[in-house]
């Protein structure tokens, strides 16, 4: 049987990295397009260009079956148009190609008050960037019905796994582990859903070896793993092998640091999806990827610290 090709899409960004290495290691031929290939990914090939030139997305995603869309932009450059943009170039580089584009989507797209979030779920924005991941999601759908590409959406939580524990891992959870203190984001009891990022690759590339048997527009939501904040806290301490002070997030500096910082502001706006319970469901999802897809809870967050500590002591 020939082999299938993916192209990713920002290839060295967090998801299109785990997208990379879950393609390769399902038997895909992949390849990589974005500016420089900072994140090499062994038995892949990688194409440099700028993934806002049409002619430069086309010729990239010339022979492939699947086009994995991991591009991203800085949570300040969101607005203005500017992520439409974006994705409007990726929709006129596959026009009419019939190609199947697997985007991510986010929680951003439902209201604090949505307990559990399902596929089937309205979807009702709470907060500006919500209303434009709407936008480009209405985008997609318009493709997918005009009979230009097929769409698979595939909605997860947080990110976190080797190699991207430098956000809420890093920048928060971990920010004083050398003080000896670890932040919870919120209340303790409070349950949040978060997903993995090698499992969450190699779930972009079991949808895309159904996708013949879905229908041209699909939106999938990855559970990944619903705890609260308390249980990452412990995992987060049986990865290290050691104990630290918990202490609650002191969302405070992040405000005042956002006074002057666009991105930490647009973090700080962010707060109600912690303080809030959101469950990512979707038992259809679940049956298609088969039971005991996941990685053992305590076993990603461990493979997580470990890399972030041995990250810090390379310096």
Same mark, same amino acid.
């Given at each position: 049987?020939?082999?299938e090709?993916?192209?990713v899409?920002g290839?060295?960004?967090?998801?299109?990295?785990?997208a990379?290495?879950?393609?390769?290691d399902?038997?895909?031929?992949?390849?990589?397009?974005? #500016?420089?290939?900072?994140k090499?990914?062994?038995?892949?090939?990688?194409?440099?260009?700028d993934a806002?030139?049409? /002619?430069m997305?086309k010729? /990239?995603?010339k022979?492939?079956?699947?086009? =994995?869309h991991?591009?991203?932009?800085?949570?300040?450059?969101?607005?203005n148009g500017?992520a439409e943009?974006?994705?409007?170039?990726v929709?006129? /580089?596959?026009?009419?190609?019939?190609?199947?584009l697997m985007?991510?989507?986010?929680?951003y797209?439902?209201?604090?008050?949505?307990?559990?979030v399902? &596929?089937?779920?309205?979807?009702?924005?709470?907060?500006? #960037?919500?209303a %434009?991941r709407? #936008?480009?999601?209405e985008?997609?759908?318009?493709? =997918?019905?005009?009979?230009d590409i097929r769409?698979?959406?595939?909605?997860a939580?947080?990110?976190?796994?080797p190699g991207n524990a430098?956000?809420?891992?890093?920048?928060?959870?971990?920010?004083?582990?050398?003080k000896?203190?670890?932040?919870?984001?919120?209340?303790?009891?409070?349950?949040?859903s978060?997903?993995?990022? &090698?499992d969450?690759? +190699?779930?972009?590339? +079991?949808?895309a070896?159904?996708?013949?048997g879905l229908? &041209?527009?699909?939106?999938?939501?990855?559970?990944?793993?619903?705890v609260?904040?308390g249980?990452?806290?412990?995992? %987060?301490?049986?990865g290290?092998?050691?104990?630290?002070?918990?202490?609650?997030? &002191?969302?405070?500096?992040? +405000?005042?640091v956002?006074?002057?910082n666009p991105v930490?502001?647009?973090?700080?706006?962010?707060?109600y999806?912690?303080?809030?319970?959101?469950?990512l469901v979707?038992p259809?999802?679940d049956?298609l990827l088969g039971?005991?897809f996941a990685?053992?809870?305590e076993?990603?967050?461990? /493979?997580?610290?470990?890399d972030?500590?041995?990250?810090?002591a390379a310096?």
């Open positions: 049987m020939r082999k090709n993916v192209t899409l290839s060295n960004g967090h998801l299109g990295h785990a990379m290495v879950g393609f390769r399902a038997g895909w031929a992949v390849t990589g397009l974005a #500016r420089r290939n900072r090499p990914v062994e038995g892949t090939a990688f194409r440099a260009g806002d030139d049409v /002619a997305v010729a /990239a995603i022979d492939a079956d699947v086009v =994995a991991g591009l991203h932009l800085r949570y300040d450059r969101w607005g500017r943009r974006q994705l409007q170039v929709l006129d /580089a596959m026009a009419g190609s019939g190609k199947t985007f991510p989507g986010t929680i797209n439902y209201r604090a008050t949505d307990r559990t399902s &596929p089937d779920l309205r979807q009702s924005g709470e907060k500006p #960037r919500g %434009i709407i #936008r480009l999601e985008m997609l759908r318009r493709a =997918a019905e005009a009979g769409v698979i959406i595939l909605r939580g947080d990110f976190f796994g430098d956000e809420w891992f890093g920048q928060a959870m971990l920010m004083d582990a050398a000896g203190r670890l932040y919870h984001l919120a209340d303790r009891k409070l349950r949040h978060w997903a993995y990022l &090698p969450l690759g +190699r779930a972009f590339a +079991r949808l070896e159904q996708r013949k229908t &041209p527009f699909e939106n999938f939501h990855f559970a990944g793993y619903w609260s904040h249980q990452i806290m412990e995992a %987060i301490q049986a290290l092998g050691r104990r630290l002070a918990v202490r609650p997030m &002191p969302w405070w500096m992040l +405000r005042v956002g006074l002057v930490m502001r647009d973090i700080y706006r962010m707060r999806l912690w303080d809030n319970e959101m469950e979707d259809r999802l049956s039971q005991g990685t053992p809870f076993a990603a967050v461990a /493979a997580t610290v470990t972030l500590m041995a990250a810090r310096g």
